[in-house]
């Protein structure tokens, strides 16, 4: 039985990367809805189809738990799955985001005013900030940032770019907060760069805290982590394939 991933491309595979240096003993199912790329401006119903497809092939692929990778996806469909899908089709596994872990780790920074670098549909969600008031943490505050270009651009292997644009816009903000959520997969890839160019701010990168708090999730649900196989499997499954994402696969999982 296996770790599942799910992103709606391959910026997911980051965050598989960095599970696997944590927790390199388990198996790995990645699901890369590369067909339907990007989610970020799609409507909701067709992101719930879309994620329901996936965690369907996820679990007869023998996943005990997975992790919806897309910010787009957790702020819109995870909590629907959680309550209408998981108890009806699969009781006994678990779907889990990135979202709530990321509010937590912005909790614990001190930090009170951040920045949200998203896609579209995550943006106009307002889950970051709705995930605040359901956490009781109305002291922290969020402002929303759409940056629709990054995707493609990383995808494309063209950092430069993407950095660039990430720069420009962080910039219009600096002075106004003290924290900078990187809020998709993707852009993580420009973590370095940015922290370089604007070394007081805290960005905080998924890929940094969801294998720990995987990690933490296991310790607590020893009844999970004891139905997990532990031969280091690695499976990449991907909707449609392209001719450079065998390069991109590679320099992504690094």
Not at 11 to 23: H, R, S, W
Request: charged share 25%; hydrophobic share 40%.
């Amino acid at each position: 039985m296996k770790i599942g991933f799910f992103d709606s491309g391959l910026g997911g595979l980051i965050l598989l990367a960095a599970t696997t240096e944590v927790l390199p003993q388990y198996d790995y199912y990645y699901y890369g809805d590369t067909a339907h790329l990007p989610y970020g401006d799609k409507s909701e119903e067709e992101i719930y189809r879309l994620s329901k497809i996936a965690m369907q092939h996820l679990f007869e692929a023998g996943c005990v738990i997975v992790i919806i990778a897309c910010n787009t996806a957790s702020s819109e469909t995870l909590r629907r799955l959680q309550d209408e899908y998981l108890p009806n089709a699969y009781p006994d596994r678990r779907i889990l985001g990135v979202i709530i872990p990321t509010i937590e780790t912005l909790n614990e920074s001190g930090r009170t005013k951040a920045l949200l670098l998203a896609t579209k549909r995550t943006v106009e969600s307002q889950k970051y900030q709705r995930e605040l008031l359901l956490k009781g943490l109305p002291d922290i505050t969020i402002e929303s940032i759409a940056a629709p270009t990054f995707v493609p651009l990383i995808e494309a292997g063209n950092l430069t770019d993407a950095t660039a644009e990430a720069v420009a816009l962080v910039d219009l903000w600096v002075g106004k907060g003290d924290a900078v959520i990187l809020g998709c997969t993707h852009y993580t890839l420009l973590k370095d760069a940015l922290r370089t160019q604007f070394p007081t701010l805290l960005f905080i990168a998924q890929d940094e805290l969801i294998p720990e708090k995987i990690k933490t999730y296991l310790t607590n649900h020893p009844e999970l982590s004891a139905r997990l196989t532990q031969e280091g499997a690695r499976t990449v499954h991907l909707t449609a394939e392209r001719s450079d994402y065998e390069t991109i696969k590679s320099r992504l999982l690094r």
